[in-house]
C-alpha cells in the first residue's frame, strides 16, 4: 500500500520526533519505541484521512 501524501504539520511532526530521537541515540538510548508508534500514529492518521475516514 503505497503511503498517504503528508500534510506539512505532519512532515513537521515527524521531524520533530526524528530530532528528539537523534538527541536520545546520541546519548546512548537505542530503543525507543515510543518514537516510532507516535510516527507510525502520525502516518495511520494521515491514511485515514486519505481515504475518507473520521
Known amino acids: 500500500m503505497a ?22 541515540a546520541f546519548a546512548g538510548i537505542e530503543h525507543q519505541p515510543d518514537i516510532d508508534r507516535d510516527i507510525n500514529r502520525i502516518r495511520d492518521k494521515a491514511r485515514k484521512r486519505a481515504n475518507g475516514s473520521k
Open 3 to 24: 503511503e498517504p501524501r503528508l500534510t506539512l504539520w505532519e512532515k513537521a511532526q515527524i521531524a520533530r520526533l526524528e530530532v528528539r530521537g537523534a538527541r536520545r
